[in-house]
């Protein structure tokens, strides 16, 4: 046998054993060796054994000019071996790696169960001026415009700004359906220096949590004397002996009411105000309806002795039909100025 057919058969066995090699690890569960580290080694053993074999071998003289060297057989078995492997590298699959799933957060949503709306400034509008030291009332009105019932227990607190001598809390003066509106009042006093003011105040409820939004009061403290009147809140400066009335107010004890008519439903509202001094003062309520074909009842003015300081005055309603308005105190003398809209609902059902 000549050196020529040595070199082709052993490379053949060598590329059988390599392939079977690589059949066999692709098919057992033991874990599977690197690609490059098998062609490594099988073209290690390859090139030992084609190196023994020529070593080994004794050449033959040969005249056919086509017949390749030794080497060249050498090179060109070797070749073919490292061709298959890398072919062979090729068709075997990369380790997957594992599938990582990624944690997902979860966003926490806005807590729409308590929420305040502001609504207008009943008294007290942006920018009033006020003489340093002025006694005055602000009311807000406001909309429970989320899903909870506020009671009486839920507060309006000061935050932040200008406390203006005024409490730390007040309660809410009714109970207050989710879609409803109150009207929320708290007694202050203008600071004894001149300059813009402003003061945070925000809902509290029974927990003692906050409740969005927050609502403020703001106004403008001038020298004594040159303030003016904001219509339904405060009256002109008189002079000193002359009788002044001020914090002029209407509020209503739950202004939204869902329920049975086969009684009367009971609303009761009371008209406020302060006076410097002992006086006459003639009131008369003032009342309006969107609902078609509604006609209130009001009492006729009245005129009664009132001693110095704050007043209270209480109406009661009964209505048995389906109805919204507002009524509010207008005061005609000693003062001409009347008081805030306290509005009401009344949803009647079967």
């Not at 569960?29 to 080994?56: F, G, I, S």
């Not at 061709?83 to 799933?101: C, D, E, G, V």
């Not at 899903?147 to 935050?159: D, E, G, M, P, V």
């Not at 906050?210 to 400066?237: H, K, L, N, W």
């Amino acid at each position: 046998m000549n050196l020529r057919m040595i070199f082709i058969r052993l490379s053949l066995i060598t590329l059988a054993v390599a392939l079977g090699a690589c059949q066999s690890n692709a098919e057992t569960t033991t874990p599977t060796l690197d690609a490059k580290v098998v062609l490594t080694a099988a073209a290690e053993t390859a090139m030992v054994r084609l190196t023994q074999a020529a070593a080994q071998a004794t050449p033959s003289p040969s005249t056919a000019s086509g017949s390749p060297t030794p080497e060249l057989a050498l090179t060109s078995a070797f070749s073919t071996v490292v061709a298959q492997f890398t072919q062979q590298a090729k068709l075997t699959p990369s380790p997957q790696p594992s599938q990582t799933l990624a944690a997902s957060a979860t966003v926490g949503a806005s807590n729409l169960a308590e929420r305040a709306l502001y609504v207008a400034d009943v008294t007290i509008p942006d920018g009033t001026d006020f003489s340093p030291g002025t006694a005055f009332t602000k009311t807000w009105r406001l909309k429970n415009s989320g899903a909870s019932t506020w009671t009486t227990a839920y507060t309006l607190a000061f935050i932040s700004g200008e406390k203006m001598g005024g409490p730390d809390k007040v309660n809410l003066p009714s109970t207050v359906q989710p879609g409803a509106t109150v009207d929320i009042s708290v007694d202050l006093v203008a600071p004894s220096t001149t300059g813009t003011f402003r003061g945070y105040w925000k809902i509290i409820n029974a927990a003692g949590k906050f409740v969005d939004d927050p609502v403020y009061v703001e106004i403008d403290v001038i020298q004594a004397g040159a303030a003016t009147q904001p219509v339904g809140t405060i009256t002109a400066t008189l002079p000193s002996s002359a009788v002044t009335l001020t914090n002029v107010s209407m509020a209503v004890d739950s202004n939204s009411f869902t329920g049975a008519c086969s009684s009367a439903h009971t609303f009761t509202f009371t008209g406020r105000f302060t006076l410097n001094q002992p006086a006459s003062v003639t009131y008369k309520l003032e009342a309006g309806s969107d609902t078609p074909g509604f006609t209130f009842n009001l009492p006729a003015a009245q005129t009664n002795s009132f001693s110095a300081g704050a007043q209270a005055l209480t109406f009661t309603f009964e209505f048995s039909q389906t109805v919204s308005g507002w009524i509010s105190l207008h005061i005609t003398s000693p003062i001409d100025v009347t008081s805030n809209q306290a509005s009401f609902n009344l949803t009647c059902q079967p």
